[in-house]
């Protein structure tokens, strides 16, 4: 193979398609980057299993052919050559890239090790708007559980009924919910997407007034954006019924000034953020929310002006859990609501109430 392209396309295709190589695994060729050259066109695809990323570029095609190079290794190289035009020519089991007056040679190896990427996902579709995908995954990620105790929890949750759609995420200490309209869907439908997919997908996509269609079929999702084609595994089971988490009623409701009860959070968290839980606590009464921490380094007590409207509580919480809702919230007032020190507790913008955080109290010796 012989193919010359412009170094800025090469490296921005190359840095899309390595987030999915593998980075754990005993097959060398999932981590490798498979690079074709056809007609006018050089395609790189990437695999760990879960996830697959293609895309395309334009290049002078001198020679057809394809192989697959170590895709961590090529994209770290590449990326320092964004300001040249490149030269990738390969011969058997090595590969030159020629830039400038330079060379350097890779190891490579054959294209038909690489997996198979099915891109048959075609049977059941749903299509809305660009921005309201990417604010409905941000919005809810941040919540998916990280280990691999409970698989399901890894991945949000999204249901269509009748071109509505929520999305949820849950870690076991929290939970994110948010709902949402679509332009158009085959039929009601349950998935449950990786988190890691759908932060790829928000990255893929372009900002603007743009509609993307996520396509499903057998446990698989695919997606598509300016010559750059995903899919993905979904993950089977049944999904934690949220309905069952989030409290009907609350006895105290609070509403606040985000930016300040934001600052004041931030600053005692600051003295416990070394501490397993980065323990923070609330106490409730009168017009105001007192949020206090403490630990070997001092302590924090500052006084947050509030609207209260119910009984006083005292509450403990970890101090990540409640700034990662309050920073996903855009409004300026915030609603939470409380039932007691030991039973979760929500967080809301006063206004739209599409969007709900949900957040399990820490116990402590107070309210064990």
């Known amino acids: 193979m012989k193919a010359v392209c412009e170094g800025i396309e090469l490296s921005d295709a190359v840095l899309k398609v390595v987030k999915a190589c593998s980075t754990k695994t005993t097959v060398p060729v999932l981590e490798c980057i498979k690079i074709s050259a056809k007609n006018d066109t050089m395609t790189l695809a990437a695999t760990d299993g879960e996830i697959s990323i293609i895309k395309s570029i334009k290049a002078e095609i001198y020679e057809e052919g394809e192989f697959c190079v170590p895709g961590k290794y090529f994209a770290d190289f590449i990326k320092k050559l964004e300001d040249v035009q490149i030269t990738l020519y390969s011969v058997g089991k090595k590969m030159d890239i020629v830039y400038a007056d ?37 919005a809810t990620s941040f919540c998916c559980a990280a280990d691999d105790s409970r698989p399901i929890l890894k991945g949000c949750q999204f249901v269509i009924n009748d071109n509505e759609l929520c999305v949820t995420s849950l870690d076991g200490f929290r939970l994110a919910t948010i709902n949402g309209k679509l332009i158009s869907s085959t039929g009601n439908m349950e998935i449950v997407c990786p988190a890691r997919t759908l932060n790829e997908i928000e990255k893929m996509l372009p900002d603007g007034e743009e509609e993307t269609e996520i396509f499903v079929q057998r446990g698989m999702i695919l997606v598509s954006s300016e010559n750059t084609v995903l899919t993905s595994r979904l993950y089977g089971g049944d999904f934690i019924k949220k309905e069952n988490i989030i409290p009907k009623s609350f006895v105290t409701t609070v509403t606040v000034e985000k930016e300040k009860l934001k600052a004041s959070i931030e ?51 970890n101090s990540k859990f409640i700034i990662d809702a309050v920073n996903a919230l855009n409004e300026e007032k915030i609603l939470l609501a409380f039932n007691n020190q030991v039973q979760p507790f929500i967080c809301q913008n006063e206004k739209d109430r599409d969007c709900l955080y949900l957040i399990l109290p820490v116990r402590t010796s107070n309210n064990a």
Request: hydrophobic share 40%; no cysteine.
């Open 102 to 138: 330079s060379q350097t040679s890779m190891q490579v190896l054959p294209a038909d090790d690489f997996p198979k990427i099915n891109l048959d996902i075609s049977e059941n579709s749903f299509k809305l708007k660009t921005a309201d995908l990417k604010k409905y995954i941000s």
């Open 267 to 317: 600053r005692a968290a600051i003295l416990v953020r070394s501490d397993k839980n980065s323990l923070i606590i609330f106490d409730v009464s009168g017009d105001r929310i007192e949020i206090s921490s403490a630990s070997e380094i001092g302590n924090v007590q500052e006084p947050v002006k509030a609207e209260v409207d119910g009984k006083d509580v005292k509450i403990a919480m």
